[in-house]
């Protein structure tokens, strides 16, 4: 089940401790992610990259930064700026390009929990 | 404001029941919608978008612009269509908006 993956599954991380999640997809997909999904809340986007050295920030950013190194890979950081941290995390990917838009794919998630 | 409003957090049906999953939308500009679902331990997937105007597992959705509405429908709903089902929108360089989710069970 390859496509795109994040690790690890569970994370727990002290407070004011930063930690980083990684996601990597092998679908050749130029743009990539990040979600924060909370009970009652849906999906909330956190930050995207369209381009390899460029990203932008989403809805909720603050707290948060990435990178985009590789095509491949688009790792997520959770500083300790972040007030709220505990969730669960979802990586998505898709083409760019083409008529209409893109089905975005996701990655199985994050759980990362704040002791 | 770009919005997507799903007005039940919940919707509890009997299996051979039409389901009705609501989704409403705000949007200045020709919106594209999707339906996303969560099936238990899997991915969140997409079940389908409206302009391929096509039935995915017995479902539809039609998009009402003067209602801004984009509706999941089923005649019959099945006990494998529990899950969660998330209307989304898009925006510009292909980011979605994500609705809270409405939770479909669908009781034997």
């Known amino acids: 089940d390859g496509g795109i993956t994040q690790s690890p599954k569970y994370l727990f991380r002290k407070e004011g401790q930063n930690v980083t999640l990684s996601c990597e997809q092998n679908?050749?997909?130029?743009?990539m992610y990040w979600y924060r999904q909370d009970p009652g809340q849906g999906l909330r986007l956190i930050y995207y990259?369209?381009?390899?050295?460029?990203?932008q920030k989403g809805d909720i950013a603050e707290g948060y930064s990435v990178s985009r190194e590789k095509k491949e890979s688009f790792p997520l950081t959770v500083t300790s700026a972040q007030k709220n941290p505990t969730a669960f995390y979802l990586c998505?990917?898709?083409?760019?390009?083409?008529?209409?838009?893109?089905?975005?794919?996701f990655g199985p998630g994050t759980r990362l929990t704040v002791l | 404001a770009q919005r997507v409003t799903q007005p039940e957090k919940l919707l509890s049906v009997f299996k051979g029941a039409p389901v009705e999953l609501k989704c409403n939308y705000s949007?200045?500009?020709?919106?594209?919608l999707f339906w996303y679902v969560q099936y238990s331990r899997q991915r969140l997937q997409l079940l389908l978008r409206?302009?391929s105007r096509e039935s995915i597992k017995g479902f539809t959705a039609d998009l009402n612009k003067g209602e801004t509405s984009f509706h999941l429908k089923k005649p019959f709903a099945q006990e494998e269509d529990s899950a969660m089902y998330y209307c989304?929108?898009?925006?510009?360089?292909?980011?979605?908006?994500f609705g809270k989710g409405t939770k479909l069970s669908v009781k034997p």
């Open positions: 949007y200045s500009g020709s919106p594209e």
């Open positions: 989304a929108l898009s925006r510009s360089q292909g980011n979605l908006i």
């Open positions: 679908l050749n997909h130029d743009a």
């Open positions: 998505a990917s898709t083409h760019t390009g083409g008529q209409g838009l893109n089905e975005q794919f």
């Open positions: 409206h302009i």
């Open positions: 990259s369209q381009i390899v050295n460029d990203f």
